[in-house]
């Protein structure tokens, strides 16, 4: 078995157990939990997330992937004391969030792939926690410029470590297609890649055809139905499309869900989670069930939720 690096530790793979694979703790900005700490209620985002937490395990939920890289509010030591009040596995990231940071321009990949690695062999934060994903972000417009640079650099880390990588992405527009193509340019095996945000779209041949150049989807904005995105029961059913035809063994789960207090103004915060009270638990609560009522079997849904994370971490197909 092979051992994957969490905020408290190695773990055997073996022991992920059911794992959702795009979630974070807490939001924020590159030194949000640093430099303005008055900006995220901290003490109360630690309570919020361990009781969230801590309730999705009581009902199975063994681990989070944490996908919040430095310029999106990670907050290392945040991370680990919520993972051991909830007894939830937390593994998390490095890389680089939609924030790229302007002194990024001019550098050369391997310069920040060096960043990435030391994160990944050293640890973060002055802590001994060691990334196991590489996050990196595109989304409607294209792959600007500063992306690019952070896909090339990712794709140099990846290639080193034999780290995966994570994408946030925007599906209407067809990022994903873009995405792979520069990470092909630069000779990664795609069977480290996860294309993140894919059931931002019910189009059946764009995810088909992420899927026939070896990725993983990752379909993980649960509930949704914002910004003009599909329903969670739209979503649910092109997942269940997929399985028909072949491909419940490259796809993960997830919410893209947060427990940050005091980021969102109260009345946002107050409206997503009137549309989702289950918070971290919608998917076992609400998408398997259905799933299942479309004819989905154990078999499927194991799949999803314990097989393909283990083996996306492992790097193993």
């Not at 003490?43 to 944490?66: N, P, Q």
């Not at 310029?71 to 680990?80: F, P, V």
């Amino acid at each position: 078995m092979t051992n994957i690096n969490t905020v408290l530790g190695p773990i055997e793979s073996s022991k992920l157990g059911f794992t959702l694979s795009h979630e974070h703790i807490c939001n924020g900005f590159g030194g949000s939990p640093f430099t303005f700490p008055e900006f995220l209620d901290r003490e109360a985002t630690l309570k919020r997330a361990v009781i969230d937490l801590s309730e999705a395990k009581s009902e199975g939920l063994h681990t989070i992937m944490d996908v919040a890289p430095h310029d999106q509010g990670r907050d290392i030591k945040l991370q680990q004391e919520v993972s051991k009040r909830s007894g939830v596995n937390i593994i998390t990231c490095t890389g680089t969030w939609l924030d790229v940071p302007r002194f990024f321009d001019g550098l050369h990949p391997n310069k920040i792939a060096d960043l990435y690695m030391r994160e990944i062999e050293e640890g973060i934060e002055g802590t001994a926690v060691k990334a196991s994903i590489i996050k990196v972000a595109s989304d409607k417009g294209g792959v600007k410029p500063k992306e690019e640079l952070v896909l090339r650099a990712a794709a140099r880390a990846s290639k080193s470590t034999g780290i995966p990588i994570m994408t946030h992405t925007w599906a209407p527009d067809r990022i994903g297609e873009e995405q792979v193509r520069i990470l092909q340019e630069e000779n990664l095996d795609m069977g480290l890649v996860c294309i993140g945000h894919s059931n931002d779209t019910t189009d059946i041949k764009y995810l088909t055809g992420l899927l026939d150049q070896g990725v993983w989807l990752g379909m993980d904005r649960h509930p949704g139905g914002g910004l003009g995105t599909p329903l969670w029961e739209e979503r649910t059913k092109i997942i269940k499309s997929l399985i028909e035809l072949g491909w419940g063994h490259r796809i993960m789960l997830a919410h893209d869900w947060d427990s940050s207090i005091g980021l969102h103004p109260s009345e946002f915060r107050a409206q997503r989670e009137a549309y989702n009270p289950d918070n971290y638990l919608f998917i076992t609560r609400k998408v398997l069930p259905y799933l299942k009522n479309l004819g989905a079997t154990e078999t499927d849904i194991k799949k999803l939720t314990v097989h393909n994370p283990q083996k996306y971490l492992e790097g193993t197909r």
